[in-house]
């Protein structure tokens, strides 16, 4: 294999989102006089969506006009506290130095909106720019649906032999196997049970961003 691009999920995986998700939740959680949730069982829905969080939060079921206004405000304050608590994990910015000193193209394809997710990235600053950013509204059809990877490839002229996808979602995983495109699992990432990662076949699995270069280097 002649590697030519790494493709990143976002949240879990690239980014640690999560203190500013949970921070959002929390806050609406005070406004409407109820029980806030702990960090750590956050941490494991915030890959679910922001409905996800609301029926965490308010045991609400999806797809009701409650939860609908719910999930509204929950992402109101969430953009007005998009980048407060958020960093990149341990080892990603040297990663990304690693991958421009070697001229290996690096993108994301993340589930994330791109109203939420360009915002985002204006707060962060990488050794190179990402040579494609696809969020739902670029594909018909979201991950584990391969399009985005295919996107990804074409945006940044490479083949899917050529590149890597990691996520630290079973969906990203999935989505990088229907594209046959080779796959690593971020099991520092928003994983509840670490036991279950192994069992989503993917071609590597790391438990930090600092054992992803060692296998990058042997593609």
Known sequence: MSLRAVFFDLDGTLLDTAPDLGGALNRLLDVKGKTRIADDIVRNEVSNGAYALIELGFGAKIGDQKTE???????????????VLTTAF???????????????LWGIATNKPWVYTEPLLKHFQFASEPQCVICPEHVKTRKP????????????GCSIAEAVYIGDHERDIQCGQRAEMTTIAASYGYIADKNLVLQWGADYCVSSADEIWPILKTL
Do not use: F, V
Request: aromatic share 4%; charged share 25%; glycine share 2%.
């Open 69 to 83: 206004a719910l999930r509204q405000e929950l992402l109101d304050i969430y953009t007005a506290n998009i980048a």
């Open 90 to 104: 341990p080892g990603i910015k040297n990663l990304i130095e690693k991958l421009a000193s070697e001229n290996i």
């Open 145 to 156: 649906d391969p399009e985005s990877l295919y996107l990804a490839c074409e945006q940044a």
